[in-house]
C-alpha cells in the first residue's frame, strides 16, 4: 500500500535509473576491450577481454568504485556486473574504465 500511495516517487526513481543505464551503456559501449550486454534491469553486465582483476583493482583503488566479478558463474568468467548509481557514482565507474583502458 504504501508503494501505491508514493507512485509517483516510485516512478520516477525508476526513469532515472533507465535513463542512467541507458548513458552507461553508450558510454561504455564506447570503451575499447568491453561488451556491454543489453540489460532490462538496474544493472549492466560487461565482458572484459584482458586482465579483468587488475580492471577491478584499478576502479577500487584509484575511484572507490566497486563492482561485482561475475567470474562464480562458469559463463562468466570474464564479466563484471555493475549497479547504476546516481549520476555522480555513474561518472566515476565510466571514468574508472575509460582510464583504465585508456
Same mark, same amino acid.
Given at each position: 500500500?504504501?508503494?501505491? +500511495?508514493?507512485?509517483?516517487?516510485?516512478?520516477?526513481?525508476?526513469?532515472?535509473?533507465?535513463?542512467?543505464?541507458?548513458?552507461?551503456?553508450?558510454?561504455?559501449?564506447?570503451?575499447?576491450?568491453?561488451?556491454?550486454?543489453?540489460?532490462?534491469?538496474?544493472?549492466?553486465?560487461?565482458?572484459?577481454?584482458?586482465?579483468?582483476?587488475?580492471?577491478?583493482?584499478?576502479?577500487?583503488?584509484?575511484?572507490?568504485?566497486?563492482?561485482?566479478?561475475?567470474?562464480?558463474?562458469?559463463?562468466?568468467?570474464?564479466?563484471?556486473?555493475?549497479?547504476?548509481?546516481?549520476?555522480?557514482?555513474? +561518472?566515476?565507474?565510466?571514468?574508472?574504465?575509460?582510464?583504465?583502458?585508456?
Amino acid at each position: 500500500e504504501v508503494a501505491l +500511495d508514493h507512485a509517483d516517487r516510485f516512478y520516477a526513481q525508476r526513469d532515472l535509473i533507465v535513463a542512467e543505464r541507458a548513458r552507461m551503456a553508450t558510454a561504455l559501449q564506447q570503451v575499447t576491450g568491453l561488451r556491454v550486454f543489453s540489460s532490462g534491469t538496474n544493472f549492466l553486465l560487461v565482458e572484459i577481454s584482458g586482465a579483468k582483476h587488475d580492471l577491478m583493482h584499478h576502479l577500487h583503488s584509484q575511484h572507490e568504485v566497486l563492482i561485482s566479478d561475475m567470474a562464480g558463474y562458469p559463463e562468466l568468467t570474464q564479466c563484471v556486473r555493475i549497479s547504476i548509481g546516481t549520476p555522480a557514482q555513474n +561518472d566515476l565507474v565510466i571514468e574508472g574504465f575509460r582510464g583504465h583502458f585508456g
